[in-house]
Each structure stands twice: as C-alpha cells, then as structure tokens.
C-alpha cells in the first residue's frame, strides 16, 4: 500500500510510514486523525485468510479475535479498531514510540546481557501463561514479535 491510496483509505487515519512486513501482512504506523495520537495499522489481504471468528457482530479474522481475547493481558498490544477496506482487512493498534523488537536489537547491539535475558524470558513466561489462561495460545514466539 502506497501513501498516495493510503490517505483516502479510511477517514479516520493518515498512513505515515512502514513499520514492518511479515509472512501475513505490512504493518504501518499511521496518525489517528480523531485523536491525534500515532497506532499502528496491520494490513491483510482478506484472500490470505484462513480462519475466520466474530468481533463484536462483525466476522474478522481470527487473529483479531484471539487478540480481542487477551485485551487484559499486561505487555500484549491494544487493538483499537478493525475493518475493510479494498480487499483487504486492517487492525488499528497501539503504536509503541521507540519500542523495537528483540531481533532488531540483537541485530544492531549484539547479544543481551544475561540478565536481561532471563528478565526478557520471565516476562514472556508469564505473557504467554496469563494469555493461555485467557484461552489463546501465540504459537509464533521469535525475537520478531517481541518488542523491547
């Protein structure tokens, strides 16, 4: 998604920059135009979408659902709103300023220090505990989709 097709996408948001890309969508940072305030905006092509569940009477995308499911989680990013728009679904969610994910670190400042490590793991530990309590389980955990 370019910027030039991304200001007219959605009303509310004025797409900035990319943030990232994986194996499911792009990430984007854009400006909430209501609040001011920088999300983060997950774009996927709704053909590349398996699973699908329910959101507030709206049929979504699992991924949306499972994350609506673990709102409450401590450290799991905050979903703010969903829709579609041009073949393709979109989550807004919390932008985290100067977070950078594990992998990104490592990359540019070598390996942790260990006690970093085990504090970084403990957290995780109990991330993914309290989010399998919620019922959902992540089964993509890499230095990727750890922010830092």
Known sequence: MNKSEDTNLR???????????GGYGCVYLAKDLAS???VAIKKVPLS???TWGWRQ???????????QK???????????EC????????MAMEF???????????????KLPIPQIKRLFSDIVITVQ????????????????VLL
């Open 83 to 90: 829709f579609v728009s041009d073949g393709n679904f979109y």
């Open 36 to 38: 001011g305030s920088q």
């Open 96 to 110: 985290v300023p100067k977070a950078t994910s594990t992998y990104d670190y490592m990359e540019k400042c070598g």
């Open 11 to 21: 009303a509310p948001f004025e797409v900035q920059e990319p943030l990232g890309e």
């Open 48 to 50: 590349g979408v398996d």
């Open 57 to 67: 009477g709206t049929r979504v995308p699992m991924e949306a659902c499972l994350l």
């Open 130 to 145: 309290r989010c399998l309590n919620a019922g959902v389980s992540h089964k993509d955990i890499k230095p990727e989709n």
């Open 70 to 80: 673990v709102q409450t989680v401590p450290g799991v990013i905050q979903l703010n």
